[in-house]
């Protein structure tokens, strides 16, 4: 069971560095309550981790040959970078911390599939891309349609409202069906777990994190890049679910984190890109880049120190 305790550890890091995706704009906006987020993101993600988990962990277990020593040293080098970028208060990726520390260990015991992983960093590259496609599009067209419907001032936030709890809920599904492969899927390649088992570990973990820790990220990602009001919230939210869950499809386990900050930055180009913050967006940026640097650098770290 100890080789356990990492996994649970960054399943919990990634749930509080993660619950910002799916309901930090909302929150920002004060057309959900905090608590009302993390519950309901916390119900979605188990959910959506059980029943479409296995499409992403499957791939991220093929990396790279671990056992299980390995693979409690990976969760736990990927586990202390997301712990280290929640208390920053940065939106980084949780895949990019896993896949750092599993590739880092496959160049060490010569098991490390280059075909996979180039494919997973040309889907870093896609994913904020992506997002911020989908919101420029979704901001012309949702916004030609429900404008009639959003001209009463009370009939307008009634309708935001409910239509972000919806959303929320579909990007807390989307993010347990992707984001699960991060915590466990290390534990399917390395023969300790079955996909199923994994998939429900991986997200009780994730729920965790959510439910206890994860305020401060999400008030960066709702406040700090740029302002929102209750639509363009409504639409990052949704290009948010929408680019992940695609990325499940195709069975690559993505960074929910990049998709919402690459919705918001879309927004900010289509409707005032004096607005956006510069200075956030670099550190956002960078914390990308180093996610992965780090954490496979703490990894053969604990290797030496450890293995």
């Given at each position: ?11 919990w ?138 001209a ?30 991060n ?15 994994a ?79 510069g ?25 030496r120190?450890?293995?």
């Amino acid at each position: 069971m100890w080789q356990y305790i990492s996994g649970a550890f960054l399943g919990w890091s990634l749930g509080s560095n993660d619950a910002a995706n799916v309901f930090g704009t909302g929150v920002a906006t004060n057309l959900v309550r905090y608590r009302t987020a993390v519950i309901l993101i916390a119900v979605f993600v188990i959910l959506g981790a059980v029943l479409e988990g296995p499409k992403c962990i499957l791939t991220l277990g093929g990396l790279s040959r671990v056992g299980s020593r390995l693979a409690f040293i990976c969760t736990l080098a990927a586990g202390a970078v997301m712990f280290a970028m929640s208390r920053l208060g940065l939106p980084s990726s949780s895949s990019q911390a896993i896949v750092g520390a599993v590739f880092a260990a496959g160049l060490a015991n010569g098991s490390a599939d280059l075909s996979i992983f180039s494919k997973m960093v040309l889907c870093w590259i896609l994913t904020p891309i992506g997002a911020a496609l989908i919101s420029v599009i979704l901001y012309h067209v949702l916004g030609r349609i429900a404008r009639p419907l959003l001209a009463h001032p009370v009939q307008r936030t009634r309708i935001l409202k409910s239509a972000i709890l919806a959303a929320g809920c579909y990007g807390s599904y989307a993010l347990g069906t992707n984001n699960v492969a991060n915590v466990s899927g290390i534990y399917v390649g390395s023969g300790q777990m079955s996909a199923g088992t994994a998939s429900l570990f991986g997200g009780i973990c994730i729920a965790a994190g959510v439910l206890t820790y994860g305020r401060r990220v999400m008030m960066t990602v709702g406040k700090d890049i740029f302002p929102l009001d209750a639509f363009t919230a409504l639409i990052a939210v949704i290009s948010q679910a929408v680019t992940t869950h695609i990325f499940t499809q195709i069975g690559v386990p993505v960074s929910g984190s990049q998709a919402i900050v690459g919705a918001v930055i879309g927004i900010g180009l289509v409707k005032n890109l004096s607005a956006l913050s510069g200075r956030k967006v670099t550190e956002i940026l960078l914390g990308w880049v180093m996610t992965p640097v780090v954490s496979a650098a703490v990894c053969a770290g604990l290797m030496r120190l450890i293995g």
